[in-house]
Nanobody, 115 residues
Protein backbone atom coordinates (compact mmCIF):
# COMPACT_ATOMS: atom_id res chain seq x y z
CA UNK A 1 0.00 0.00 0.00
CA UNK A 2 1.29 3.43 -0.99
CA UNK A 3 0.11 6.69 0.54
CA UNK A 4 0.81 10.24 -0.56
CA UNK A 5 0.19 13.07 1.89
CA UNK A 6 0.16 16.63 0.58
CA UNK A 7 0.52 19.86 2.50
CA UNK A 8 1.08 23.55 1.90
CA UNK A 9 -2.00 24.70 0.04
CA UNK A 10 -4.02 27.74 1.03
CA UNK A 11 -5.08 31.24 0.14
CA UNK A 12 -2.54 33.72 -1.20
CA UNK A 13 -2.71 37.10 -2.89
CA UNK A 14 -1.67 37.54 -6.52
CA UNK A 15 2.09 37.82 -6.75
CA UNK A 16 2.57 35.77 -3.62
CA UNK A 17 4.25 32.42 -3.04
CA UNK A 18 3.36 29.00 -1.71
CA UNK A 19 5.30 25.78 -1.28
CA UNK A 20 3.58 22.43 -1.66
CA UNK A 21 4.99 19.23 -0.21
CA UNK A 22 4.06 15.62 -0.85
CA UNK A 23 5.47 12.73 1.16
CA UNK A 24 5.07 9.16 -0.07
CA UNK A 25 5.14 6.18 2.25
CA UNK A 26 4.52 2.46 2.07
CA UNK A 27 5.75 -0.22 -0.32
CA UNK A 28 7.70 1.98 -2.69
CA UNK A 29 10.05 0.11 -4.99
CA UNK A 30 11.99 1.70 -7.81
CA UNK A 31 10.22 5.07 -7.66
CA UNK A 32 10.33 6.88 -10.98
CA UNK A 33 8.55 10.14 -11.64
CA UNK A 34 6.90 12.31 -9.01
CA UNK A 35 5.09 15.54 -9.57
CA UNK A 36 1.97 17.61 -9.55
CA UNK A 37 -1.19 17.96 -11.58
CA UNK A 38 -3.94 20.51 -11.04
CA UNK A 39 -7.64 20.57 -11.75
CA UNK A 40 -10.37 23.21 -11.81
CA UNK A 41 -14.13 22.52 -11.87
CA UNK A 42 -15.32 21.18 -15.20
CA UNK A 43 -11.84 20.68 -16.60
CA UNK A 44 -9.52 17.73 -16.93
CA UNK A 45 -6.54 17.30 -14.66
CA UNK A 46 -3.43 18.87 -16.21
CA UNK A 47 0.25 18.35 -15.57
CA UNK A 48 1.95 21.20 -13.71
CA UNK A 49 5.43 19.77 -13.19
CA UNK A 50 7.21 16.45 -12.89
CA UNK A 51 10.64 15.22 -11.85
CA UNK A 52 12.30 11.86 -12.38
CA UNK A 53 14.41 10.02 -9.82
CA UNK A 54 17.43 11.26 -11.77
CA UNK A 55 16.35 14.87 -11.47
CA UNK A 56 15.03 15.57 -14.97
CA UNK A 57 12.17 18.05 -14.85
CA UNK A 58 9.22 18.99 -17.02
CA UNK A 59 6.90 21.98 -16.64
CA UNK A 60 3.68 23.21 -18.14
CA UNK A 61 4.33 26.28 -20.28
CA UNK A 62 2.04 28.35 -18.07
CA UNK A 63 4.24 27.88 -15.00
CA UNK A 64 7.75 27.95 -16.49
CA UNK A 65 9.90 30.53 -14.77
CA UNK A 66 7.53 30.79 -11.81
CA UNK A 67 7.32 27.27 -10.36
CA UNK A 68 10.20 25.02 -9.33
CA UNK A 69 9.88 21.32 -8.60
CA UNK A 70 12.39 19.47 -6.44
CA UNK A 71 12.68 16.10 -4.83
CA UNK A 72 14.28 14.36 -1.86
CA UNK A 73 14.72 10.73 -2.93
CA UNK A 74 15.79 9.60 0.54
CA UNK A 75 12.49 10.86 1.95
CA UNK A 76 10.33 10.04 -1.11
CA UNK A 77 9.15 13.62 -0.97
CA UNK A 78 8.47 16.06 -3.77
CA UNK A 79 8.13 19.84 -3.44
CA UNK A 80 6.61 22.53 -5.61
CA UNK A 81 7.76 26.09 -5.00
CA UNK A 82 5.22 28.42 -6.56
CA UNK A 83 6.18 32.07 -7.00
CA UNK A 84 4.48 35.04 -8.64
CA UNK A 85 1.15 33.30 -8.31
CA UNK A 86 -1.73 34.38 -10.53
CA UNK A 87 -5.50 33.97 -10.11
CA UNK A 88 -5.45 31.43 -12.93
CA UNK A 89 -3.24 29.19 -10.79
CA UNK A 90 -6.25 28.62 -8.53
CA UNK A 91 -6.99 24.88 -8.54
CA UNK A 92 -6.82 21.67 -6.57
CA UNK A 93 -3.27 20.39 -6.82
CA UNK A 94 -2.69 16.64 -6.82
CA UNK A 95 0.61 14.93 -6.14
CA UNK A 96 1.48 11.75 -8.03
CA UNK A 97 4.07 9.00 -7.82
CA UNK A 98 4.92 6.53 -10.57
CA UNK A 99 6.47 3.20 -9.58
CA UNK A 100 6.68 -0.21 -11.23
CA UNK A 101 3.43 -1.28 -9.56
CA UNK A 102 1.52 1.67 -10.99
CA UNK A 103 0.61 5.31 -10.43
CA UNK A 104 -0.54 6.69 -7.10
CA UNK A 105 -2.25 9.97 -6.21
CA UNK A 106 -2.60 12.23 -3.23
CA UNK A 107 -5.94 13.49 -1.97
CA UNK A 108 -5.43 16.98 -3.37
CA UNK A 109 -4.76 20.35 -1.78
CA UNK A 110 -6.57 23.57 -2.63
CA UNK A 111 -4.60 26.57 -3.83
CA UNK A 112 -6.54 29.81 -4.12
CA UNK A 113 -4.98 32.97 -5.52
CA UNK A 114 -7.18 35.95 -4.81
CA UNK A 115 -7.07 39.45 -3.42
Amino acid sequence: QVQLVESGGGLVQPGGSLRLSCAASGSIFSPDAMGWYRQTPGKTRQLVASITSGGSTDYADSVKGRFTISRDNAKNTVYLQMNTLKPEDTAVYYCFLSIVAGDYWGQGTQVTVSS
